[in-house]
């Protein structure tokens, strides 16, 4: 009798290879680049990217980004005040006062934190699902940005600060003005209409 071939098992698929996670390091490089600034020391950096989550002991928030971030809000406000002024001679007070906070507002500082890739290198901790983890991010996105500024700020000092946000913010500054009327600008117009004291919220 003739022999019966054998049928010969399908080739065994090659094990798809993980793709590697960029490490802290690698990750803080690519920031570097994309504003622009090496840092001296890499811990601001390091801090300003680090969510409140990330903490191994929460009372620690001095290791989280939060500080930097008031650093940093002040500091963008003055670096794009001095922008708008030299920008804008002939624009009164009320106009460099509505551009400044359309520029410095939330939203601004969020798309810009996306431009330069903020978003892929913030240090969560454990958020539950990864789409909890992901609406974090937008929500902080804007802090992170200008906790970035301050880092920048301590780091190299103010013309390293104005460089960054020069880079960044140069282009959206010559847009014509949008109209801001939402509710926190008009209480804060009418507030300093009347010569009082800027709103607190909570």
């Known amino acids: ?8 098992e399908p080739a065994a698929k090659p094990a798809k290879k993980r793709k590697r996670r960029p490490t802290a390091r690698e990750n803080a490089k690519a920031v570097e680049e994309r504003i622009g600034h090496t840092f001296a020391d890499p811990s601001l950096l390091t801090t300003a990217l680090t969510h409140v989550s990330a903490l191994k002991s929460p009372n620690d928030r001095a290791a989280s980004y939060q500080r930097l971030e008031f650093l940093g809000d002040h500091v963008l406000g003055l670096v794009i005040s001095d ?6 001679p002939k624009a009164d007070e009320g106009e460099l006062s509505k551009r400044l906070a359309d520029l410095v507002r939330r939203e601004t500082c969020a798309d810009v ?15 539950g699902s990864a789409g909890a983890g992901e ?23 103010y013309p390293a600060a104005a460089k ?17 009327r939402d509710p926190k600008t008009v209480l804060q117009e ?9 709103p607190t919220y909570r």
Do not use: N
Not at 1 to 8: D, F, L, T
Not at 83 to 88: D, H, K, N, T
Not at 113 to 127: D, F, N, P, W, Y
């Open 113 to 127: 934190a996306r431009s330069m890739g903020l978003h892929e290198a913030i240090k969560l901790g454990a958020v």
């Open 190 to 198: 009418w507030a300093q209409g009347k010569g009082l004291p800027t």
């Open 135 to 157: 609406r974090l991010r937008k929500s902080v996105l804007g802090d992170i940005c200008e906790a970035v500024i301050g880092a920048v700020y301590l780091d190299g000092g």
């Open 83 to 88: 922008m708008l002024y030299r920008a804008f």
């Open 1 to 8: 009798p003739e022999p019966v071939e054998q049928a010969s």
């Open 164 to 180: 960054m946000i020069g880079s960044a913010w140069a282009d959206r500054m010559r847009k014509p003005m949008r109209a801001l």
